[in-house]
């Protein structure tokens, strides 16, 4: 058994604690050109994590195609899905980068490129997919004359007549489809 894993049985550790021990010792072993390219990848890291942050689930962020950080400019190279939105996010590049800044990762610049004419935008895929299954057609069961009467009944009140028709049609849908669910539950 390994030292480090005895240890680790031995005591409680806190998971957190665990995880910097366990990186230090990795970094302690990697030679020193190793352990620069671990760095810059929790540094990427880092950056991708404050994008989402600031951008992740916006209008803007929608239109991201692709991310990349070029760590030996410290720079975030932002893919987007059209022209318009590459100089839209432009234009936004100063309020981005300080609000990443403030999510914890500085970047000396945002350089937004247009992505190249044939790649599909996430967006436009999610709107192409087919339907996956059919739904089945709603439950629906004829209503008796007792309870079209009904709902004649409590509209009448009402004046307007578009309105009442209306009201009409959607009591009556709602009725047939609580009625058509109530004997697909009856044997």
């Not at 894993?5 to 031995?10: I, L, Q």
């Not at 945002?110 to 895929?125: C, D, I, N, Q, S």
């Not at 009467?149 to 009725?175: C, F, Y």
Request: glycine share 4%; with cysteine.
């Amino acid at each position: 058994m390994r030292r480090a894993n005895y240890e680790r049985e031995s005591e409680t550790v806190a998971f957190s604690g665990f995880l910097n021990a366990e990186r230090q010792r990795i970094l302690a072993a990697a030679t020193p050109k190793r352990r620069a390219q671990m760095e810059a990848a929790e540094e990427s890291r880092t950056v991708y994590r404050a994008w989402n942050a600031v951008c992740s689930g916006t209008r803007e962020g929608r239109h991201v195609t692709g991310l990349r950080y070029l760590p030996e400019s410290n720079e975030l190279l932002v893919y987007l899905d059209s022209p318009s939105w590459t100089q839209e996010m432009t234009l936004l590049r100063e309020i981005i980068r300080v609000r990443m800044e403030r999510a914890g990762a500085h970047v000396d610049g945002l350089v937004f490129k247009t992505t190249a004419p044939g790649h599909t935008p996430p967006a436009a895929k999610e709107r192409l997919r087919p339907a996956t299954t059919e739904r089945p057609p709603a439950p629906h069961a004829e209503l008796s004359e007792a309870e079209c009467t009904e709902i004649e009944r409590q509209v009448a009140p009402i004046e307007d007549q578009k309105l009442r028709e209306a009201l009409e049609n959607a009591m009556r849908a709602s009725a047939e489809w609580a009625k058509g669910v109530q004997s697909k539950k009856e044997p």
